[in-house]
């Protein structure tokens, strides 16, 4: 696609249920991150992917995330046991590994934990 | 050193003004350097990158400045406009295939008009 991709855009859940985070990269690009945005604040990483793996996950908050990326293209975030400190801003981007280092980032998928 | 340390955390400037805001980074393993503009309710795009081998680069309303010996980056905004209202981070990285950029904690920057 053009650009990158999150679903959903908006997403209101009960604390206590899992949720799920879809992110669609830029076709082509090997390379792709979770950062988190909370409310005012700046932007906190998550993990990484370089193709299908995690070289990095050193950001992850909790044993309640996980991700993973399947065929080198789209990745899962996944929240278990949502609390409502979960509720923030988790923005996806992606990059050209390799050769590029610009980082571009989807609109992000707005949580709400109730 | 893994950090970047941006301030101000907020600015106010008139129509026409100009704005800074500045960087300081610690690792100089650091070789690339990308400013960010986010706008509510979107994600950041990238407004504008420099690299060190370069002390100045300019595109448009929009000039990074790059000090290399005091390990600090600023990005002005000349002219500002209401338009231009929004939150700027600045990023550090490697060039050759990095793995994580390194974010300021942001500048929120509202124009009056």
């Known amino acids: 696609g053009a650009g990158v991709s999150q679903s959903p855009s908006n997403k209101v859940t009960e604390k206590g249920k899992d949720v799920e985070l879809r992110c669609d990269p830029i076709?082509?690009?090997?390379?792709l991150y979770w950062y988190r945005q909370s409310l005012g604040q700046g932007l906190e990483f998550l993990i990484y992917?370089?193709?299908?793996?995690?070289?990095?996950k050193s950001g992850l908050p909790s044993d309640r995330f996980s991700a993973e990326r399947t065929g080198g293209s789209v990745s899962t975030l996944t929240i278990q046991r949502t609390q409502q400190e979960d509720s923030a801003v988790y923005l996806c981007?992606?990059?050209?590994?390799?050769?590029?280092?610009?980082?571009?980032f989807g609109e992000g998928s707005w949580l709400t934990v109730v | 050193q893994q950090q970047v340390k941006q301030s101000p955390q907020s600015l106010i400037v008139q129509k026409g003004g100009i704005s800074i805001i500045n960087c300081a980074y610690e690792?100089?393993?650091?070789?690339?350097f990308p400013w960010y503009q986010q706008f509510p309710g979107k994600g950041p795009a990238l407004l504008i990158a420099?690299?060190?081998?370069?002390s100045e680069k300019k595109e448009g309303r929009f000039t990074i400045s790059f000090n290399k010996s005091a390990k600090q980056f600023s990005l002005h905004i000349m002219d500002s406009q209401p338009g231009d209202s929004a939150t700027y981070f600045c990023?550090?990285?490697?060039?050759?295939?990095?793995?994580?950029?390194?974010f300021g904690t942001g500048t929120r920057l509202k124009v009056l008009a």
């Open positions: 420099i690299r060190p081998d370069v």
């Open positions: 992917f370089q193709g299908n793996s995690a070289p990095d």
């Open positions: 076709s082509g690009h090997t390379a």
């Open positions: 990023a550090a990285g490697t060039a050759s295939g990095t793995y994580k950029y390194i």
């Open positions: 981007a992606s990059s050209l590994a390799v050769s590029g280092n610009t980082i571009y």
């Open positions: 690792n100089t393993a650091f070789d690339y």
